[in-house]
């Protein structure tokens, strides 16, 4: 499963200031009031001005670099579960109440894709060691019991994240259909 998000903004969301190379951004992935999910970028400067989301599904901080433009734009522009995985996982941004379900469950879908391993548990249990296989970093993510409470309680977040899916068209049986038909007149 692949996480097409909104590459980062590039300009502020509250104040409208084009970002500058070096500018410290926080990141939230949101759900608003009126039920619409998404994305918010803006200067670190600026939180304080933020007007509050109904729910903040999880927030990071990176140093913005302005885009280059090349051939393969388009791959560079999506955040994938790797990228969103390896900057939620950072030590600058140490996982919080809200970071960590979403962690846990990246955690999961990469080790399954094999581009992180299991090597062990922190002295006090409390958090598992992953390495990253193509960079060789290790990385503490909180231990979680990944139950059916878990994804059900994850299951409004992945939808930001992978989309919502469709509903499906309810299935007509063929018994139904002789069921619901108007009986032919009799000769």
């Known amino acids: 499963m692949e996480l097409n998000l909104h590459p980062i903004a590039t300009k502020c969301c509250v104040s409208g200031r084009e970002f500058a190379e070096h500018d410290r951004v926080v990141c939230f992935l ?27 599904y999880c927030r990071w901080v990176v140093v913005f670099k302005p885009r280059l433009l ?3 734009a388009d791959r560079n522009l999506k955040l994938t579960a790797e990228t969103l995985f390896l900057t ?5 941004n140490p ?21 992180i391993k299991l090597r062990g548990v922190t002295d006090d ?8 296989m193509p960079s060789h970093q290790l990385y503490e993510i909180p231990v979680g019991n990944l139950d059916q409470s878990f994804f059900m309680k994850i299951q409004e977040q992945l939808g930001v994240l992978v989309g919502v899916p469709k ?8 018994l139904a259909v002789a069921a619901t038909a108007t009986p032919a007149p009799a000769s």
């Open 30 to 56: 949101v759900r608003e009031e009126n039920g619409l999910s998404g994305r918010r970028d803006l200067l670190e400067s600026e939180i304080a001005n933020l007007p509050p989301p109904a729910e903040v």
């Open 70 to 72: 090349q051939d393969n």
């Open 88 to 92: 939620l996982a950072d030590p600058a």
């Open 95 to 115: 996982p919080s109440e809200t970071n960590t379900p979403m962690l846990q469950f990246l955690a999961l879908m990469l080790e399954r894709k094999r581009l």
């Open 125 to 132: 249990k409390q958090r598992q060691i992953f390495e990253h």
């Open 167 to 174: 509903p499906k068209a309810a299935l007509v049986t063929p």
